[in-house]
Every structure is written in structure tokens, then in C-alpha cells.
């Protein structure tokens, strides 16, 4: 409802000002082949209904994706989308904090039916799904940090990316760990290669600072449980319950290749292909790209190849740019994207909607055109 109300209010403005300039970028393609093969694959869906509902979600993702590209065009803009996107995520690790020592003034945010002992969780309901916002939220206060900004500034972001760093580590992901590890690697490697970027020693220096912030946390008692069970097969959906899972996701792959099952119909249909022995009902693949591909068939995967390369290719021509503000929210926005796309590789972070529409806004940010100056664009 809130994503139909801003498209009414882009449509009324853009009529009253009669332009329809229509803001092109390297996605607008496989975007129309996604559609038109998540409409085919719903039209034969195993429960039609439920793939219509759920094409109506990709729609609602897509709407949000070109109101960004369109709205966001001057460079305040820009400011202040990523300071909504720290925000939140500050707001995240504060309550997740709070909310460990025992206190939650918003009991909506509390899920007893779901164990997540020693975990900082915040308003999410799985540690995973917080470390995957995280994930996403931290690379772009550090981009920040490292590329320049007013003193008074670089302290509020560095402070921040403690925080959030902190919060990452207490949350007991060891995807999110690892994704973060690779995307923070990722990040490393664009700014060492960069002639805009002098800070090479800051940035050798934070690095030392991050590991000696991790090895801090990771001396806690809580921590070091969770590593000792990361072989355990205890866990509901530890790695050898998802290896297990994966094969029956392949099954089903292989009946419905072309098509898939049809969006949203995966917790329906794969009751029939759950292996045996397993403790829990799993409604979710543990692979993003097994769980899409099995609901949209075979067909999807050069599709999502090519709207990786697309996004990247978009992503290192605009770090050339010698404007501060466009390497910083786009290296901070690739970086993010690099780790959840790992992490999407044993988990489902990208079915969360408070993930995935930031994983859109990040995708929007990269290949969105250069902001221009704040008088150069009629309101």
C-alpha cells in the first residue's frame, strides 16, 4: 500500500508537470525478460493464486527500484537517502542491544516461539536476517568514512561503524560473518586499486582495528559455543540440513525445469521433496538462487548472470568518478550487494522484505546516473 501510494504520487506529479522523461539503466533489460518469464512461470504455476501474489511482490520491488532511480537525482537527495539507510540500521543495533539486556518497550518485536538464545536479533525474528541488513548497512557508513568527509562527520561515522560492527558480531551469524569478511575484502581490493584513494594507511590501520574488534568479541563465552556448534547437526538448519535440503530442491528442479513451480509456491510444493530424517519442515531453500530457480525454472539463472555482470559493470565505471559522493555510495553499495549475494548462499535473506528492499535501493544506487546539483533539477 505505501509503495502504491508513492507511485500515485510520482504519476500525479510527473502529469502535472507533463514530463515523462524515462531514466535508462543497464537492468531495464533483463528486468523485462525477469517479468516476462515470472509472469509465464505464475500463469503455470502449481497454485496460480500464490504465483500471482507473488509476482505482485517482484512488481512491488521493481515499482520501488524506478522511484528511486527517478526521485533521487540531486546529490541532497542522494545524503539523504543513505542517512535513512544508516539510520535504520543504527536504530537496529541500539534496540538489538537494549533489547538483550532485557529491555523492549515494543513487545511486537519479542518472538518466544522462535529460540534464538545469546543472539542479538533486534526486530528480527533469525540472527541471520538481522547480520544480512547489517551486512548490507555497514559497508556504506565505512565507504563514507574512508573517502572523506568533515571531521566531525568522519567521528559520527566511524563511531557508527563500530556500532554496527559490534552488532554484527553479537548477532552469532557465521554467514553474516564470512559474508561480511568477503564483501569487506571486496571493498579492500577497489580501494587499493583506486588512484582516488590516498588513505591507504587509515584503511591498513582500520583493517588491523576490525580484526582486533573481532578477536575481542570472539573471546566471548556466547561466541565461542556457537563456533564449537558449527558441525553440529543439532541445529535446525545447520549446514549439512541445507546440503541435505539442496538435493531435494535439485529434484524438484528436475520435474518442473522449465517454468519452475511458480513464484511463491517453494513452501507448498517442496513437501513433496523434503528428505527424510530431517527434524524441521523447511519452507525455505537455505540457497536463494536454488529456491528462485526452482520456482521459475532453469531460465533464470542467465538471467540472473546477467543482471550481475550489468550492476557490476555500471558499478566500476561510476568508482572512476572523481566525485567524492558517487565512489562512496557506490563502492558502499556494491560492497553491501557482494555480501549478501554470498550470503544468500546458505540462507534466504533476500525472501525477508526489509532485506530485499534494500538490497533494490543498493541496486538502484549503482546504477542510478550521476547525481547532478541541487538547482539543476525543477521540483
Given at each position: ?32 525478460v525477469l517479468i516476462i518469464l515470472a509472469i509465464l512461470s505464475a500463469i503455470f504455476s502449481l ?333
Amino acid at each position: 500500500m505505501i509503495t502504491l501510494f508513492a507511485l500515485t504520487l510520482f504519476l500525479v506529479e510527473k502529469c502535472l508537470a507533463w514530463e515523462w522523461e524515462w531514466i535508462k539503466t543497464p537492468l531495464d533489460k533483463p528486468i523485462i525478460v525477469l517479468i516476462i518469464l515470472a509472469i509465464l512461470s505464475a500463469i503455470f504455476s502449481l497454485h496460480k493464486q500464490t504465483g500471482i501474489w507473488s509476482f505482485i511482490l517482484l512488481v512491488d520491488y521493481l515499482v520501488i527500484f524506478y522511484l528511486i532511480i527517478n526521485t533521487v537525482r540531486t546529490r541532497s537527495q542522494f545524503h539523504q537517502l543513505i542517512y535513512v539507510i544508516i539510520s535504520v540500521a543504527v536504530f537496529l543495533a541500539l534496540f538489538g542491544l537494549f533489547k538483550n539486556f532485557g529491555s523492549n518497550s515494543f513487545p511486537w518485536w519479542e518472538y518466544p516461539d522462535i529460540a534464538n538464545p545469546g543472539c542479538l536479533v533486534s526486530t528480527f525474528g533469525n540472527r541471520n536476517h538481522l547480520a544480512g541488513y547489517l551486512e548490507m548497512s555497514i559497508p556504506l557508513v565505512l565507504a563514507l568514512f574512508l573517502l572523506g568527509f568533515r571531521p566531525l562527520i568522519a567521528f559520527i561515522l566511524g563511531y557508527f561503524s563500530l556500532l554496527l560492527l559490534v552488532a554484527l558480531m553479537l548477532s552469532l551469524s557465521r554467514g553474516g560473518w564470512i559474508s561480511m569478511f568477503l564483501g569487506l575484502a571486496f571493498m579492500v581490493g577497489a580501494l587499493l586499486s583506486s588512484r582516488h584513494f590516498v588513505r591507504k594507511k587509515m584503511l591498513i590501520i582500520l583493517i588491523g582495528g576490525f580484526l582486533f574488534l573481532a578477536l575481542i568479541v570472539l573471546v566471548s563465552t556466547p561466541v565461542v559455543e556457537q563456533v564449537k556448534t558449527a558441525m553440529e547437526k543439532e541445529e535446525k538448519a545447520d549446514f549439512y540440513s541445507r546440503v541435505v535440503v539442496w538435493g531435494g530442491v535439485m529434484e524438484m528442479i528436475s520435474d518442473y525445469p522449465l517454468l519452475g513451480i511458480g513464484p511463491g509456491v517453494f513452501e507448498t510444493a517442496f513437501t513433496q521433496y523434503q528428505p527424510p530424517g530431517l527434524s524441521s519442515r523447511f519452507t525455505k531453500a537455505h540457497n536463494d538462487y536454488l529456491h528462485f530457480v526452482s520456482e521459475t525454472g532453469l531460465l533464470l539463472i542467465p538471467v540472473i548472470i546477467w543482471m550481475i555482470i550489468a550492476l557490476y559493470r555500471k558499478g566500476f565505471k561510476k568508482l572512476k568518478n572523481p566525485s567524492r559522493l558517487v565512489r562512496a555510495t557506490t563502492l558502499g553499495s556494491m560492497t553491501g550487494i557482494t555480501a549478501i549475494l554470498f550470503h544468500s548462499i546458505t540462507d534466504f535473506n533476500l525472501h525477508i522484505p526489509a532485506n530485499a528492499i534494500l538490497f533494490t535501493i543498493l541496486a538502484a544506487i549503482v546504477v542510478s546516473p550521476l547525481p547532478v546539483q541541487d538547482n539543476t533539477v525543477k521540483n
